[in-house]
Structure formats: structure tokens, C-alpha cells
């Protein structure tokens, strides 16, 4: 007998059919005698329509009554789904965050969960019963409800996981597992059978949205044994993301491509090269709350030098404005940018223990004359920034040549 925390997302849960399809799964789990946690989101599109419903009586929501409402959405499936599941004989209760109880801290919209309490839950296991929790809400010190941010319920699923020391967390959504890259770019990509945490903190990080990155950090973080599935296929063992690499089997170098083409470049050209200039740029920068990707400076010649950035294209214009009138101050001689870029990683855990695979990359895009922008490597990334309009080729060519497709 195993203590499975699973989570469906909200196409899992998208209509009545469907989350009679959840009840369904979670039988034959409780079948085999395990005992079943379920933490769900809202249904589809729900709570986008919540919002969307505050901003129309405010424009910029009150960030306290904006979680009053949005958690609302995972209380109508925790109480479905509870029905669903008595519907076929299985006795189960549904609890929202506070009923649990999931304490956070009060940062609204946002929280962070601080810790979460067993008795209720385990009370309800002993007694033969499946619990079904409103995944992306809490609770604080207080009694306000607060929300995770979006895509929180991942993180409940993993934190009521490393509560109740679960044997698994298996995450259900609508892709049955990580892919080596977007199958919508490369039709040949394959999925996974397992990631290490820090591969799949670098994907999700650079865009491939399967799971929310703080739900993967927290499984990092308590070693919870983190599966993602489909909730539509009856069959397939999904991607389990462990803990470690296993040094027993045969690790390709890399695992994955990923890519974002939300990116954009800022440039201060002639910039003083004296000290504190990355400091005044950058701090500037950082005041208005504009995170900065990759940084390069140049090599300075005749007392000047040339500084480069990226930033979310959404930052583009602010961070440019920005530049503008700190060029003055600085002394600098031009500011430009381009924000039609994006930028294609290669990651793996495998090229630790591999040298070339940067040279290997860069002949790569090289052969299909795709010209490197920017670079930036981590101990298990190859990150390199270029024109937007090279990101299929690249991310094709590079699954290509690391040998994803075969
Ligand atoms: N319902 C919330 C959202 O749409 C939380 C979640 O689905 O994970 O962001
Ligand atoms: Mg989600």
C-alpha cells in the first residue's frame, strides 16, 4: 500500500464528464489499496474568467478580495469531485486550503506556503476515505485566503506530498509527460522517461510550461518522487523527475532543447569603462523591477565599452526608456535594442562530465549560417541568443545533432 498525492490540472477537470474520468482513475488507485490524496485546480479557463470579472468592478484589483474570489474556482471541483467519486461507492472529503489547513504567508496573490497541517487528512485516510484539496490556496495567520500565484496548484500537489511524506506526486495534465523539446516545433521529439530536478528547473525556466517552477523546486527541495502524466491516456508511465542522475544508466549529454522567443536585447554603446557602470545600468534596471536574463560586456578599448542585456520582450520598452535617460548621466554614446530575438538552450546533466558539446552547438547553427548573438553557459546549460526568426531551425537543427530524435 503506497500514499499517492495526485494532481489534476484544469482541462483534467474541465467539464462534468471529465471529472467523472478523474473519479474513475482515482478508483482503480484505491482499488489496488492505496491511499489517494487529490488536489485540483479550477476548472479551464476559470480562473481567467475570475479575474477577469474583479478587473471589470476594479480595475486594478484589491490583491486581498482578488484571492477571496479566484480561490473560489477550486472549491466548485474539490466539492464535484467528492461527489464523483461517492457517485461510485468511494467515501471521500473534499477540503479547501483554510479547511486543511495550508498556511501561507500573507503576500496575496502570491504566497508562500509556511507549513501544512495532517491530522484532518490523515484522520480521513485511516478511515478508509480519498481527500480531495483545492490546489493554489491556503490560508494565513490571519484566517484571509490567499492564492499561490498562477499554475499553484502544482505546488500544493507537491507541498501536501512532502507533508504527508508521500510515496509519489503524480501530476495529471494534458501532455503524458516532458519532451525533449516542443513537439509542435519538432514533430520527432520524444518524451522523457525521467529529468533530473535541475534539468527540468532549467526547461520549465526557459519555457517549458508543463509544470510551475516553484512546484519542481519544492519537490527539489523535500526529495518528493515527482511524476507528470496524461490525464487522458490510460496507459504510459509519464516523466519521473529524480532527484539525481542515475549514474547506472547510459545518460544521453543532453536531454532537452528548450527556447523562448519572449526575449529582447538592450544595448548602451560607449559606455566609460570605468567602475560601478554594470552597477549603474543594471541597479537602474532592477529599481523598476525588470529582471535581467543574460549580461555581456565587452572588452573596453579607448576608455569605453559596449554592455548588452536581455529582458522579457513585455520589458522592452520601460527598460529602453530607462537606458535613454541614464545614457546622459553615464555619458554613454548610443542605446539600441532589438526585441525581435529569442533564445535556444541546450540542457543536460550529462555535459559535466562531457567537454565539447559548446563547440559541437555553435558548429551546428554555424552550418546552417545561423549567426550567435549572445552566449551564456551554466555547469549543465548552453544557452545562445539569435535572430527570432532562426528559433525552428535552430531548435531542430540542435535536437538534430544532440541525437534527440533517435
Ligand atoms: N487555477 C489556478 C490557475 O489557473 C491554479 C492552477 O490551475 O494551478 O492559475
Ligand atoms: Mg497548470
Excluded at 482578488?66 to 464535484?80: A, F, K, R
Excluded at 480519498?130 to 490571519?142: E, I, P, T
Excluded at 554613454?332 to 562530465?353: F, H, L, P, Q, Y
Amino acid at each position: 500500500m503506497a500514499l499517492i498525492v495526485q494532481k489534476y490540472g484544469g482541462t483534467s477537470v474541465g467539464n462534468p464528464e471529465r471529472i467523472k474520468n478523474v473519479a474513475k482513475r482515482v478508483a482503480k488507485f484505491t482499488a489496488q489499496g492505496h491511499q489517494v490524496v487529490v488536489v485540483v485546480s479550477a476548472m479551464s479557463g476559470e480562473t481567467n474568467k475570475l479575474i477577469a470579472l474583479a478587473k471589470e468592478v476594479q480595475p486594478n484589483p484589491d490583491p486581498r478580495e482578488l484571492d477571496q474570489i479566484c480561490s473560489t474556482g477550486e472549491q466548485v471541483t474539490i466539492g464535484l469531485l467528492s461527489m464523483a467519486l461517492k457517485n461510485i461507492g468511494i467515501p471521500a472529503r473534499s477540503y479547501t486550503g483554510g479547511q486543511v489547513k495550508v498556511l501561507t504567508d500573507s503576500t496575496f496573490t502570491k504566497a508562500r506556503i509556511l507549513s501544512i497541517d495532517e491530522t484532518n487528512m490523515r484522520r480521513d485516510l485511516d478511515a478508509g476515505m480519498v481527500v480531495v484539496v483545492a490546489g493554489f490556496q491556503g490560508v494565513d495567520a490571519d484566517g484571509n485566503i490567499t492564492t499561490l500565484g498562477r499554475g499553484g496548484s502544482d505546488t500544493s500537489g507537491v507541498a501536501l506530498a512532502a507533508a504527508l511524506k508521500a510515496d509519489e506526486c503524480q501530476i495529471y495534465t494534458d501532455v503524458d509527460g516532458v519532451y525533449t523539446t516542443d513537439p509542435r516545433v519538432v514533430p520527432e521529439a520524444k518524451k522523457l522517461d525521467t529529468i533530473t530536478f535541475e534539468e527540468m528547473l532549467e526547461m520549465a525556466s526557459l519555457g517549458s510550461k508543463v509544470l510551475q517552477i516553484r512546484s519542481v523546486e519544492f519537490a527539489g527541495k523535500y526529495k518528493v518522487k515527482l511524476r507528470v502524466l496524461s490525464s487522458f491516456q490510460d496507459e504510459g508511465e509519464g516523466t519521473l523527475i529524480t532527484v539525481e542522475e542515475d549514474k547506472n544508466m547510459e545518460q544521453p549529454i543532453i536531454s532537452g532543447i528548450a527556447f523562448n522567443r519572449d526575449e529582447a536585447k538592450l544595448t548602451m554603446l560607449g559606455v566609460p569603462d570605468t567602475p560601478g557602470i554594470a552597477y549603474q545600468i543594471l541597479g537602474s534596471i532592477a529599481e523598476a523591477n525588470i529582471d535581467v536574463d543574460m549580461i555581456i560586456q565587452n572588452v573596453g578599448h579607448d576608455g569605453t565599452t559596449d554592455f548588452s542585456f536581455t529582458v522579457n520582450r513585455g520589458d522592452f520598452a520601460k527598460a529602453q526608456a530607462i537606458l535613454e535617460t541614464i545614457k546622459v548621466q553615464l555619458g554613454a554614446r548610443e542605446v539600441t535594442g532589438d526585441n525581435k530575438i529569442c533564445k535556444v538552450s541546450a540542457v543536460g546533466v550529462g555535459m559535466r562530465s562531457h567537454p565539447g558539446v559548446a563547440s559541437k552547438m555553435f558548429k551546428a547553427l554555424a552550418d546552417e549560417s545561423i549567426n550567435i548573438q549572445m552566449i551564456s553557459t551554466s555547469e549543465i546549460k548552453i544557452s545562445v541568443v539569435l535572430d527570432e526568426k532562426y528559433l525552428e531551425l535552430a531548435v531542430r537543427v540542435l535536437h538534430r545533432t544532440f541525437g534527440l530524435d533517435q
